[in-house]
């Protein structure tokens, strides 16, 4: 298990935070998503052979969140 912190820029509200763990935690291979409204970060826990770096960060702007 590999365990990521990702800047993500507008995120706002409780809207926001079920969006990402909706769109990220339903991506096979991540066990956990934890979003930190205040810090501004998305913290998951996933499997690297199920799933990217880069597919998280896309899920995440697909949702229309900036990954900086």
Known sequence: MKNEVIKVEGMSCMHC???IKKAVGGL???E???VDLN???VAVSYD???VTLSDIKNAIEDQGYDVT
């Open 48 to 50: 690297e052979e199920k």
């Open 32 to 34: 956990t998503v934890e």
């Open 17 to 19: 935070v079920n969006a």
């Open 28 to 30: 096979k291979g991540v």
């Open 39 to 41: 810090g501004k970060t």
